[in-house]
């Protein structure tokens, strides 16, 4: 039975019988896995501490052939997301690892979305503010997954979209942007201004740990929220329960 040794992201845990958990984890070089952690819910387990969502993690682990679960030898925390202790960088942890869940593939080795979850993590514990660091990873996670929209140009006339008057508007059903003009007066779809398509140029070549120096107005942010959530939606073809949380946590 094969150890295997590697740097890894737990993305969410369950219960298994009287005291052990499955645990989800993505590791940097073999894809999502999931294994059972023997007693992890017993109180001096071997694996405190080092199981919260986003935490990253040093694992072993053992895989056998024909066997969907694996087993943990052990798990030691090397940075967690408690370090960063504001109550709205907290909240927002669950959300990140149940996106990244949502689209890693088991077994599939993504090395590119292991480091966005990474740099994520990086940049909230050092406390870049929530905000920017959320639409940033949406932008690059239905980036990584081929799923946002070009949003340089107008698809339907070619015009740039980043002038000062122009902005953009996602189409509605079509999801992908066109210029104010090609939108019509009408236009529906929602709607992104000069500065939030500023925001996706910045975020396109900065690392998260950058953001804290990035302006991201409330209005800004509320508009690429808005959009993130409606590619979202369409491509997950539901609502995440942590989106609901995040709601919730505002009103
Ligand atoms: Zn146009």
Same mark, same amino acid.
């Given at each position: 039975?094969?150890?295997?040794?590697?740097?890894?992201?737990?993305?969410?845990? #369950?219960?298994?019988?009287?005291?052990?958990?499955? *645990?989800?984890?993505? !590791?940097?070089?073999?894809?999502?896995?999931?294994?059972?952690?023997?007693?992890?819910?017993?109180?001096?387990?071997?694996?405190?501490?080092?199981?919260?969502?986003? +935490? &990253?993690?040093?694992? /072993?682990?053992?895989?056998?052939?024909?066997?969907?679960?694996?087993?943990?030898? #052990? /798990?030691?925390?090397? $940075?967690?997301?408690?370090?960063?202790?504001? @109550?709205?960088?907290? =909240?927002?942890?669950?959300?990140?690892?149940?996106?990244?869940?949502?689209?890693?593939?088991?077994?599939? @080795?993504?090395? &590119?979305?292991?480091?966005?979850?990474?740099? +994520?993590?990086?940049?909230?514990?050092?406390?870049? @503010? +929530?905000?920017?660091? /959320? &639409?940033?990873?949406?932008?690059?996670?239905?980036?990584?997954?081929?799923?946002? %929209?070009?949003?340089?140009? $107008?698809?339907? $006339?070619? =015009?740039?979209?980043?002038?000062?008057?122009?902005?953009?508007?996602?189409? %509605?059903?079509?999801?992908?942007? !066109?210029?104010?003009? $090609?939108?019509?007066?009408?236009?529906?779809?929602?709607?992104?201004? @000069?500065?939030?398509?500023?925001?996706?140029?910045?975020?396109?070549?900065?690392?998260?740990?950058?953001?804290?120096?990035?302006?991201?107005?409330?209005?800004?942010?509320?508009?690429?929220?808005?959009?993130?959530?409606?590619?979202?939606?369409?491509?997950?073809?539901?609502?995440?329960?942590?989106? &609901? *949380?995040?709601?919730?946590?505002?009103?």
């Amino acid at each position: 039975m094969p150890l295997y040794k590697t740097d890894a992201l737990i993305l969410r845990t #369950y219960k298994l019988g009287e005291a052990d958990r499955i *645990v989800v984890f993505l !590791t940097r070089d073999r894809g999502k896995k999931r294994g059972v952690a023997n007693g992890a819910r017993r109180p001096r387990s071997r694996f405190a501490g080092a199981l919260e969502p986003l +935490t &990253r993690v040093g694992v /072993a682990y053992y895989e056998r052939e024909q066997r969907d679960l694996v087993r943990l030898s #052990y /798990a030691e925390s090397q $940075c967690s997301p408690l370090l960063a202790s504001r @109550p709205d960088a907290l =909240t927002h942890v669950g959300y990140f690892a149940e996106l990244m869940d949502e689209w890693a593939q088991e077994g599939d @080795p993504n090395e &590119r979305l292991y480091r966005l979850g990474t740099s +994520t993590l990086d940049a909230l514990a050092a406390g870049v @503010p +929530t905000a920017p660091i /959320a &639409r940033y990873f949406e932008y690059w996670l239905l980036r990584l997954q081929g799923v946002y %929209p070009p949003h340089v140009a $107008c698809h339907r $006339c070619g =015009t740039a979209l980043d002038s000062e008057d122009g902005g953009a508007r996602l189409e %509605p059903g079509a999801h992908l942007f !066109t210029c104010p003009a $090609c939108a019509g007066p009408e236009g529906g779809g929602v709607r992104l201004s @000069p500065d939030a398509l500023g925001f996706l140029a910045t975020a396109g070549r900065v690392p998260p740990l950058q953001l804290g120096a990035v302006r991201l107005p409330p209005r800004v942010d509320q508009e690429l929220e808005a959009v993130h959530r409606s590619l979202m939606r369409l491509h997950l073809e539901k609502e995440l329960r942590s989106t &609901r *949380v995040l709601r919730d946590v505002r009103r």
